[in-house]
């Protein structure tokens, strides 16, 4: 299976909790009048610029085996590699914003706005993650029709020890030129506004894993945790 799929701009404007959030603020802080103004402009600037769109593909075993095996040197044991191979099922996945929103960010640092500028780019990173969120909600709607205890979870090349490298296999399988998502230099995917990675879907206990490894010890998020906290209980 491999769908492409566009959003309308309007469904993925994040929560202004979430945006907060992701400029470090706790979920319960009560933001200043000056604050929410700039959030409702931010927020309607990215209803207008962003282009949300992006594919998601099924994938065998053996074909990510290969992907995460060309990603070159991840750092030596990863909670992925436990992981994907207790997967009932798995897809590959890309989603970008476009290039316009980044390039009205580039304008509003240029021409010194930047608090508008700062908060602009913080709700496109939301934002992002609403469209990843979309894509995969909708997969998962059609791998487990039939409900039971069912959990997908999202790994990305970057994190927890998947090497970087991976997003030039990743994206290659997925044919992420046909959404206009290119690999610049060290990696990185342009538009900037991309995520890519690997859905997960199966048991919820499949996920579970200890945080022990190495690359840990500089972990300043913990992420983990969180997901693995809001798994859902057998
Ligand atoms: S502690 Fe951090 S680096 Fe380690 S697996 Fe969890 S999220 Fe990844």
Sequence with gaps: MKVRLVMESNEIIPDPVDVLMGQGLPAD??????VKELMSRALEMLSLFAAPRGIIRSISRSEFERIYRDSGNSEGATPLEGIYPQAEQL????????????????????NNEYPLGAMLDFAAS??????????ESK??????????????LRYSPGYCGWNIEGQRPLLKFID????????????LMLPLKTTSGLVVGG???????DNDYGFCERCNTLECRTRIAELPKT
């Design 176 to 187: 992420s030129a046909a959404i206009g998502v290119q690999l610049g230099e060290n990696c």
């Design 203 to 209: 048991e919820p206990e499949i996920h579970v894993f």
């Design 91 to 110: 897809a590959v996945y890309v989603v970008t914003l476009g290039d316009l929103i980044t390039q009205t960010v580039e304008s509003l640092f240029r």
């Design 126 to 135: 939301a934002a992002i993650e609403k469209a990843a969120d979309i894509m």
């Design 29 to 34: 802080a009560v933001p200043a009048v000056r």
């Design 139 to 152: 997969w998962r709607g059609e791998q487990c029709a039939g409900g039971g205890n069912y959990a997908s």
